[in-house]
């Protein structure tokens, strides 16, 4: 069954410091990984997109890596700030003729002062 | 500020009744999709549009339909409302014409708010 599972499902931080979400995958065929964040009550924006050749992205702040062979992706996050408290969703795209992109239920991420 | 508009921002209405929300792609997106998020919920695709036809349709029940108009804004109708179909509704639109915009941007809309009492 095509999954995405992320990991944790909720987690505090104090600001200025790391944080590393996690996304784990049984999708098949893989044509590509998203990150997106969506600020609550807000639509989803997204992070990075990431194809199977791809192992790492950065977009500010954000790192991303995936690992198709044992089908992972993290998200980094470096020196947090309080506007990164949202829900960061993994979204991973079917390949072939399916073409369907399966989401993950996303982790809550609460950074406070 | 993504480019996609929505409209109504929150609808409160009643068991039974119907409603229609309405979306604006951003300017040159021809895919318009439509999804669900309940509470605590991820997010559910519905249906996709391309230049005014059906794309690709996933878990949309038999009460919800949606068109796309000629010039490219999108409406999704629910009727027969239940209590579990309060919900955020999103809008999103890409350029893409591939089925679900698997391999390409999309970008979402701020929502409705639908609330069923």
């Known amino acids: 069954k095509n999954q995405v599972e992320q990991s944790p499902q909720s987690l505090i931080i104090l600001e200025g410091k790391n944080c590393t979400l996690q996304?784990?995958?049984?999708?098949?065929?893989?044509?590509?990984l998203r990150w997106y964040k969506q600020d609550t009550g807000r639509g989803p924006v997204s992070l990075t997109i990431?194809?199977?050749?791809?192992n790492t992205k950065s977009n500010g702040r954000y790192t991303a890596t995936l690992d198709a062979d044992t089908k992972q992706s993290s998200l980094h996050i470096t020196a947090s700030q309080l506007s990164d408290s949202a829900s960061y969703i993994c979204?991973?795209?079917?390949?072939?003729?399916?073409?369907?992109?399966?989401f993950g239920t996303g982790t809550l991420l609460a950074v406070q002062p | 500020d993504s480019g996609v508009t929505q409209t109504p921002k929150h609808l409160i209405t009643a068991t039974g009744q119907r409603v229609t929300l309405r979306c604006s792609p951003r300017?040159?997106?021809?895919?318009v999709y439509w999804y669900q998020q309940s509470l605590d919920q991820g997010l559910q695709f519905l249906i996709q549009?391309?230049?005014?036809?059906?794309?690709a349709k996933g878990n949309i029940l038999e009460r919800f339909s949606a068109q796309q108009f000629p010039d490219l804004h999108s409406e999704l109708n629910l009727s027969s409302l239940e209590l579990g179909d309060s919900a955020l509704y999103f809008c999103?639109?890409?350029?893409?014409?591939?089925?679900?915009?698997?391999?390409?941007?999309?970008?979402f809309g701020p929502g409705t708010r639908l609330t069923v009492t």
């Open positions: 999103a639109s890409s350029v893409s014409q591939g089925a679900y915009a698997a391999s390409g941007e999309q970008y």
């Open positions: 996304c784990n995958y049984t999708v098949s065929p893989f044509s590509n």
């Open positions: 990431m194809t199977f050749s791809e």
């Open positions: 979204v991973v795209s079917l390949g072939g003729a399916t073409n369907k992109l399966i």
């Open positions: 300017s040159g997106d021809l895919s």
């Open positions: 549009y391309y230049n005014g036809e059906e794309r």
